[in-house]
């Protein structure tokens, strides 16, 4: 089974424009979690999808927004980007959601905000 | 605040080492436990898990017991081989209010080995 892709792998963006990043889980997988990872915060949960449907957030303001696909393809939206967004955005996918299934993570998408 | 807290490194050990890899979480609502690793050049991927208190977790030699007496998950292997050197991350799983959860991690601890 291939694994969760991300594209696309490296962006640079600057500030006030917005980016959409976008995951394919393993396929089958019906959860798509997203985590942001910064040197100083380390792994941040963002929000999870399952079935369409926002399942679980984490503590990011509302220019962090996602959705998800019936395919289960999902995507995630930052607008009115800001210096303090930079960092490696995974996506990780599970057949059920996270309170119940192990979750495999793509390599990454590296966004830097100039 | 964080409410995971993992211990820093780096880790520097030679071959056949005992690793031990502290990690303690704050005292309510975690129904799962997990250890994450990610070697260089690779992307994450779960090393192992527990679900419930006095549960053990184990893979490729790792140990971790989910110990709610003492809110810990301690990262144990009797003898570290040059290929365990990578990142490691503790990460709890959080009840965050209602039917929310979320998956925490700690800052994560590089061990390297040498030969």
């Known amino acids: 089974k291939a694994g969760v892709t991300q594209t696309p792998r490296y962006l640079i963006k600057t500030r006030g424009q917005q980016v959409t990043l976008s995951c394919s889980p393993i396929?089958?997988?019906?959860?798509v979690s997203w985590y942001q990872q910064t040197p100083g915060q380390g792994l941040q949960f963002l929000f999870e999808?399952?079935?369409?449907?926002?399942?679980n957030k984490g503590n990011f303001p509302g220019r962090f927004s996602g959705r998800q696909f019936s395919n289960s393809r999902s995507e995630m939206n930052v607008s009115t980007l800001e210096l303090g967004d930079s960092a490696l955005y995974l996506c990780a996918s599970s057949f059920g959601t996270l309170l119940t299934d192990t979750q495999y993570f793509g390599p990454g998408t590296r966004l830097t905000v100039l | 605040g964080n409410s995971v807290t993992q211990m820093e490194g780096p880790v520097t050990l030679s071959e056949e080492a005992f690793l031990t890899i502290n990690c303690t979480y704050t005292?309510?609502?975690?129904?799962?436990l997990f250890w994450y690793v990610q070697y260089p050049g690779e992307g994450l991927q779960l090393l192992l898990k527990?679900?419930?208190?006095?549960d053990k977790g184990s893979n490729k030699g790792f140990e971790a017991t989910y110990r709610k007496e003492t809110t810990s998950f301690h990262l144990e292997k009797g003898s570290v081989q040059v290929s365990d050197s990578a990142v490691y991350f503790c990460?709890?799983?959080?009840?965050?209010?209602?039917?929310?959860?979320?998956?925490?991690f700690g800052k994560g601890t590089l061990l390297t080995v040498n030969p």
């Open positions: 990460a709890p799983l959080k009840n965050s209010g209602g039917s929310n959860y979320k998956l925490t």
């Open positions: 999808y399952f079935s369409e449907t926002q399942r």
């Open positions: 527990a679900t419930k208190a006095d």
């Open positions: 396929s089958g997988h019906r959860s």
């Open positions: 005292a309510t609502g975690y129904p799962s």
